[in-house]
C-alpha cells in the first residue's frame, strides 16, 4: 500500500461577511454593534468564556453591553462559525470554527488548561459508531479531562510535604 502523504488541509477563518450572510437569510438585523462583535470574536483566537470575551470587547468598545455579546455569540454559533465547549465547569467556553479543521479538547480539571488534539483514529470510530446505530452524524462534542504535568508534580509535591509533617509529628509525639 503506497504511504499516504498528509493531506494539506485549508484552515478558513470565517469571515464578518459569512455571518451577515446567516443574519440576511434569517432575516435578522444586523447592527453595527453585532457586526462588530463578529469582527472582534474571529481576530481573538482561543477559547473564552462569555466574561472573557465580554472583557475583551469592553477594551475595544466600552459602549456595547453583556447580553448584546451574549446574543451575538449565540449567533456566531447558530451559524456555525463559533460552538459552545463545556469543560468540567459549567462556564461555556466560545471558540471561532475554521473550515476544514476540526480539533477535540484535553482539559485540566485543576488550572483550566486547554490543549487542542486531533486524532485519526477516534475520528474515524466515531463515525464508524454513527454507521453502526445508523445516525447521519452531524458532528461530536469530545473533551478529555484530567490533571496536566504541572498539577500533578505539584499535586504530588503537596502530598509529600503532608506526609513530612505527619511524621515530624508523630515523631514528636513518640518523643
Ligand atoms: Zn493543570
Ligand atoms: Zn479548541
Do not use: W
Request: net charge negative; hydrophobic share 35%; glycine share 4%.
Amino acid at each position: 500500500m503506497p504511504h499516504e502523504a498528509p493531506k494539506q488541509v485549508q484552515h478558513t477563518q470565517p469571515t464578518v461577511e459569512q455571518f451577515l450572510d446567516f443574519m440576511t437569510r434569517n432575516k435578522m438585523n444586523i447592527t453595527a454593534q453585532r457586526r462588530r462583535i463578529a469582527e472582534a470574536f474571529f481576530n481573538y483566537p482561543g477559547h473564552h468564556t462569555l466574561e472573557e470575551f465580554y472583557q475583551h470587547m469592553q477594551t475595544l468598545d466600552p459602549t456595547i453591553g453583556q447580553t448584546t455579546v451574549y446574543r451575538t455569540l449565540k449567533l456566531l454559533c447558530a451559524a456555525g462559525l463559533a460552538t459552545e465547549i463545556h469543560f468540567t465547569d459549567t462556564v461555556a467556553h466560545y471558540e471561532i470554527v475554521n473550515a476544514g479543521s476540526h480539533h477535540d479538547h484535553l482539559t485540566c480539571v485543576n488550572c483550566g488548561k486547554i490543549v487542542e488534539v486531533f486524532d485519526r483514529e477516534i475520528e474515524q470510530l466515531q463515525k464508524s459508531i454513527a454507521q453502526r446505530y445508523d445516525f447521519t452524524l452531524l458532528g461530536h462534542y469530545h473533551v478529555l479531562y484530567g490533571l496536566c504535568r504541572e498539577c500533578r508534580t505539584a499535586q504530588k509535591e503537596e502530598d509529600g510535604e503532608l506526609e513530612e509533617q505527619m511524621h515530624s509529628k508523630l515523631a514528636t509525639q513518640i518523643k
